[in-house]
């Protein structure tokens, strides 16, 4: 009896086989079979783990209570790190970016009934509202001299010089079929400009329904036309960069409700172009959401999986790649997350920023706890803020967005005193 010892991604499998009765023919389906295994394992999440059943727990609703900061309550992370804060008074301070002059924009979503939103400056210790009147803004991205802002129904852009708006609004993309549901977009340019990709969340949980442009990832010219669906299948994509120095999209997505404490895992995707991600009918990969009647099994099969599983319910909103050099040398190239945090989960999970190290342009881990504290404990309601946006400065520090709290804080690395 002979012996042939193969290595799969890693992997060890030994194949006994009776070498004088094994015809060529059958070793070949048996060696085709344990390529197209590893294959299959090969494409999986990083940090791949088996998924529970779907409700095997019940669906929990424990939305948190937001609370002033309570005495001794602190804001946690690595050894030589500092965080303090720089900024206050928002309603709801969402998603920033960087200005040509380094000033950090931000969106504040204001009051989500009425058109109370803003876009402020800040600037030298200093916040200025440039624009006001807006309906939940959300994304902003810079083209040229025109700063582009995402309300829930309509992308427009303003003549921006000197860290000033002049003129009015002109709007290029119209999403006026897009007002329920998800409501966060989210606005990128690739680096030569050519074109913007918006991500527009689904309608709803888990049902169907709405223009195609929903649950998806768009993308067009700077004056909005050239509409094409760049990747589909993702219930609500929230955080959208480019890996430095490379074409390479990435995007975070917030997965669905009401299948568990541990189901559905939030995500991290390095997006493929025509790439379809499950949602409605299949999760995780090729996973059938057993809500759905019918089998559904090319969608189900065509369904991608994530590069890295981020845990069911964190809510995950932001997500930021640091190209600066102030951060000790493991945070280089790496990648930044904010988790809003759960509401459909038993113990509470998430109200943080994690890390996720990158080795040789990939994803070598899940999620590693970075700043922490803003939530009391996994069984209390209470919460004292929730981090939403991620902006690095030209000095390599970094700027976190609390909607909770309604602050800007500011994290570096070293001495007391900020860069």
């Not at 709801?92 to 200005?99: D, T």
């Not at 040229?144 to 992308?155: F, G, K, N, Q």
């Not at 990648?335 to 509401?343: K, Y």
């Amino acid at each position: 009896m002979d012996s042939l010892t193969l290595h799969p991604t890693g992997s060890t499998i030994r194949v006994i086989m009776l070498a004088k009765s094994l015809r060529p023919l059958w070793l070949l389906i048996l060696l085709t079979s344990v390529h197209l295994s590893a294959a299959e394992s090969s494409h999986r999440p990083v940090n791949w783990k088996v998924l529970p059943k779907p409700f095997h727990t019940p669906s929990a609703s424990k939305r948190p209570k937001l609370v002033p900061r309570p005495q001794g309550a602190r804001l946690n992370l690595p050894e030589g790190f500092q965080v303090k804060e720089i900024a206050s008074g928002f309603k709801l301070p969402r998603f920033m970016v960087l200005g040509p002059q380094e000033e950090a924009l931000l969106s504040d979503t204001g009051d989500r009934s009425s058109p109370t939103g803003s876009i402020y400056v800040l600037k030298n210790g200093k916040q200025t509202r440039i624009l006001e009147g807006l309906d939940r803004p959300y994304g902003l991205a810079f083209y040229r001299d025109y700063l582009y802002v995402a309300e829930p129904t309509s992308i427009k852009r303003y003549q921006y010089q000197n860290m000033t708006i002049t003129g009015s609004g002109e709007e290029v993309i119209p999403l006026k079929d897009c007002g329920k549901g998800h409501w966060t977009r989210t606005l990128l340019f690739d680096r030569r400009q050519e074109m913007l990709y918006v991500t527009v969340g689904s309608v709803s949980n888990i049902e169907p329904g709405g223009p195609p442009m929903r649950a998806a990832i768009n993308r067009f010219r700077p004056d909005g036309s050239g509409h094409e669906i760049f990747a589909s299948g993702l219930r609500n994509t929230v955080g959208l960069r480019w890996r430095p120095g490379t074409d390479e999209l990435w995007g975070a997505v917030q997965e669905r409700d009401g299948l568990g404490d541990d189901l559905v895992d939030d995500y991290l995707i390095h997006v493929r172009k025509g790439g379809s991600y499950g949602w409605p009918y299949a999760y995780t990969g090729p996973h059938k959401e057993p809500r759905h009647e019918g089998d559904n099994q090319e969608w189900i099969q065509k369904s991608l999986y994530p590069d890295v599983l981020l845990g069911a319910h964190v809510a995950v909103m932001d997500i930021l790649f640091y190209t600066g050099d102030q951060f000790p040398e493991r945070y280089r190239g790496g990648l930044f997350l904010a988790f809003h945090g759960s509401s459909n989960r038993s113990r509470r999970v998430g109200y943080e920023i994690a890390f996720i190290p990158f080795e040789s342009g990939r994803p070598s881990s899940g999620p590693q706890n970075f700043l922490t504290g803003w939530m009391m404990g996994p069984d209390s309601p209470e919460v004292w803020g929730r981090p939403v946006g991620l902006l690095q400065l030209a000095n390599g520090s970094l700027l976190v967005s609390d909607d909770g709290a309604g602050k800007i804080w500011h994290v570096w690395y070293g001495a007391d005193d900020s860069p």
